[in-house]
């Protein structure tokens, strides 16, 4: 009833060019079927049932464009409901400023299940600047809100909820972007869901191509305080198939780039995470990391940590027994080492440490050579309060009762301090050291021809590393 009210208002202002406010085409013969359809029903208010405008002079611009090839079935190319009062109010708006090129306000809507098929499809292919394929915004602390909301139930074919590519290097840029402002209610940045089965199916999957700049696949926000709040959510709930709640991908070779992006930025509180990730089953694996490069130096899973009291990587069997972590090697997985949950450690190859070795008691084990399938042996190691090396051996006397011991060329390099022990064999004698070590050797005197003599020499160590490393013998403990 007010002035400017209209069913279907479209405005062109090109001067050139095949082009339209309004342009519908439908070719199926069915009771309803519509190019184009507009439905106002207020009774007041400067209101549309279809709005469009457009400025551009290419050839097919439109404000508005439908098109519904069907030949059978109720169907619309553009359908449109408002019953609003309010001014501007629209059934189906699209506003689009561009002076030139086939362009579109809105465009997409799809049910299929072929490959590639997409409810809303972003793609973004600029090589500078801070672009978004797809852009969403919520404000909402309502539950479920979502600034971009996906869903794809197709049971096969290789779909997305919703797709998103930016070949962009710019800072910023993104092919999928989510922010959630609210500060409580269960709210999404980004939520994808998918039900298919289909190989490489995805909830949402985000492709960066950039080879520099700091960009991401997909990146998300959240600031809500609401326990299972998320910047970016992932769900796959097919019961089959390779698929992921969540995909990332880059190919750039900047430092720091990453296929998947987590970061939580509370600064106390807690324990609180930047990834967290589950798995339910027997089986199962938490967190899986592979690095497929075959040659130079590549890393699985690697963590880091600044805070001087924290730890790089920490691993927890919460039940208090079995394995908290295992190492395996090869296509085989042979298990090379384990550390379980009362701390005991098992190496399958050599153990070497470039510092200290300490411990309540230095045991080795051995096979029983009486019964070596059946029966281990341990030895303790001898211990002492200094850095002691003992040798010793066995020397037959000359005709003189007289005898030289040859030692390393490295041993007084390495002891000092040497302590000596002799002890006949067969018969006593008063044998004695006739010339302590001098140039790597010993000489015994005193015995008879032909005896045989155990000697013992005993040095400390003296070398650059044991020096710079004295041995404290006795240490206060710490408070806790």
Do not use: C
């Not at 998320?230 to 780039?257: C, H, Y």
């Not at 919460?318 to 090697?329: C, K, P, R, Y």
Request: zero cysteines; hydrophobic letters at 30%; proline letters at 2%.
């Amino acid at each position: 009833a007010s002035n400017g009210s209209a069913g279907v208002n479209g405005n062109e202002n090109a001067t050139t060019g095949t082009v339209y406010g309004v342009s519908g085409n439908a070719q199926s013969t069915s009771n309803g079927s519509a190019g184009v359809n507009g439905f106002e029903n207020a009774a007041t208010g400067q209101v549309f049932g279809v709005n469009g405008g457009t400025n551009s002079t290419g050839n097919g611009s439109a404000a508005v464009n439908g098109f519904e090839g069907a030949v059978t079935g109720n169907v619309f190319g553009v359908s449109g409901n408002a019953q609003s009062t309010g001014s501007g109010a629209s059934g189906v708006l699209g506003n689009e400023n561009a002076t030139s090129g086939q362009v579109y306000g809105v465009s997409g809507n799809t049910q299929s299940s072929g490959n590639g098929a997409a409810g809303v499809n972003g793609n973004e292919n600029a090589t500078s600047g801070q672009v978004f394929g797809v852009n969403g915004n919520n404000n909402s602390a309502g539950n479920g809100s979502a600034g971009v909301n996906g869903s794809e139930n197709a049971t096969a074919g290789n779909v997305f909820g919703v797709s998103g590519n930016a070949q962009s290097s710019g800072n910023g840029s993104a092919g999928v972007l989510g922010l959630e402002h609210s500060l409580s209610g269960q709210v999404y940045g980004v939520f994808g869901g998918t039900n298919s089965t289909g190989n490489g199916s995805a909830g949402v999957s985000g492709n960066e191509n950039a080879t520099t700049g700091q960009v991401y696949g997909v990146t998300g926000s959240t600031s809500s305080t609401t326990t299972n709040a998320a910047g970016v959510s992932g769900f796959a709930g097919a019961s089959s198939g390779a698929v992921f709640g969540v995909t990332g991908g880059t190919n750039s070779p900047t430092s720091g780039a990453s296929a998947v992006n987590g970061y939580e930025g509370a600064t106390s509180g807690g324990p609180f995470y930047g990834g967290s990730f589950y798995a339910a089953g027997t089986g199962g694996i938490g967190v899986f990391g592979s690095a497929l490069a075959t040659s130079g130096f590549a890393i699985g899973v690697e963590g880091a940590t600044q805070s001087p009291a924290g730890a790089a990587g920490q691993f927890v069997n919460l039940s208090g027994s079995g394995i908290v972590i295992e190492g395996q090697s090869g296509s085989s997985f042979t298990t090379v080492f384990t550390v379980d949950a009362a701390g005991n450690g098992t190496f399958a190859g050599n153990l070497h440490a470039n510092g200290t070795v300490s411990g309540s008691a230095k045991n080795f084990r051995i096979d029983d050579p009486l019964d070596p399938s059946g029966k281990y042996l341990y030895h303790a190691s001898i211990e002492s309060s200094e850095m002691a090396n003992i040798y010793s051996g066995n020397v037959v006397l000359d005709r003189k009762g007289q005898a030289v011991v040859d030692l390393p060329e490295w041993f007084e390099a390495l002891n000092g301090d040497f302590r000596y022990q002799l002890t006949t064999i067969g018969k006593p004698a008063q044998v004695f050291i006739a010339q302590e070590i001098q140039n790597h050797r010993f000489k015994i005197g005193g015995g008879r021809a032909g005896m045989k003599v155990s000697w013992q020499v005993t040095g400390v160590r003296q070398d650059a590393w044991a020096q710079a490393h004295p041995l404290q013998v006795e240490e206060a403990k710490a408070p806790r």
